[in-house]
């Protein structure tokens, strides 16, 4: 069945360090793609989307580029700073399931320090 | 903003209860959804709503029930509550058309005794 896997956390980077979190999905067909974050006591949000092979979604500095050919959507940004410690969802919406079936990674838990 | 409003942020019940967990979407959204959040398991749906009085079960709806008696609401329900069901509730809607984006509230810690 249709599935996301993503690194296990938590992660620790300094300040402006180089962030990656990878994602990888199995799913038939072009599901759309997404990633959601959950910052301390509150609900996930919706960080960036894709929708196609080789989409580039990005928002907040940062980016993650629709991979067909290898099914990952890894997570990006260039310089983490203390206010991206949250938790990280990678997610995907099947192909024909009219958008109910949201399916969610297991998350992964950023710490950035100063 | 689209907002989410669960009633509870915290709750404590005992083995047995009936626990009612509510949730109010401001945005007119069709679809409304149900998870629990377990550490290491991600999100998993418990039950979903794309109408008023519609309902479908989702990956783990054992123990649970749901009522949508008008739009902006989508309640939970955990008839008889046991421990296992200790867990972080999320409530979500979506519009029925685009990307499904799903909006959350900031979810119910519930911990039954």
């Known amino acids: 069945g249709d599935s996301v896997t993503q690194m296990e956390g938590p992660v620790t980077l300094s300040e402006e360090a180089f962030l990656t979190i990878n994602c990888t999905y199995t799913?038939?067909?072009?599901?759309?793609l997404f990633w959601y974050v959950q910052y301390p006591g509150e609900g996930l949000q919706l960080l960036l989307k894709a929708t196609k092979a080789d989409d580039k979604g990005s928002n907040k500095g940062f980016e993650a580029t629709y991979r067909k050919e290898t099914t990952s959507f890894h997570l990006e940004k260039g310089s983490v700073q203390v206010s991206d410690s949250a938790v990280y969802f990678c997610a995907l919406i099947p192909p024909g399931t009219g958008g109910f079936k949201t399916i969610f990674g297991a998350g992964t838990r950023l710490f950035v320090k100063a | 903003d689209v907002k989410v409003t669960q009633s509870s942020r915290y709750l404590v019940k005992r083995t047995g209860e009936k626990v009612f967990l509510e949730c109010v979407q401001d945005m007119d959204h069709e679809n409304m959804f149900w998870y629990r959040q377990d550490p290491g398991l991600g999100l998993r749906l418990i039950y979903f709503?794309?109408?008023?009085?519609?309902?479908e079960k989702g990956d783990i709806p054992e123990g649970y029930s749901v009522s949508r008696e008008k739009k902006e609401r989508f309640s939970l329900i955990l008839e008889s509550a046991s421990t296992n069901q200790t867990s972080m509730y999320l409530c979500?809607?979506?519009?029925?058309?685009?990307?499904?984006?799903?909006?959350f509230g900031a979810g119910t810690r519930l911990s039954v005794l």
């Open positions: 709503s794309y109408d008023v009085k519609m309902k």
């Open positions: 799913a038939t067909g072009y599901p759309s």
């Open positions: 979500a809607s979506s519009e029925s058309r685009g990307l499904n984006i799903q909006y």
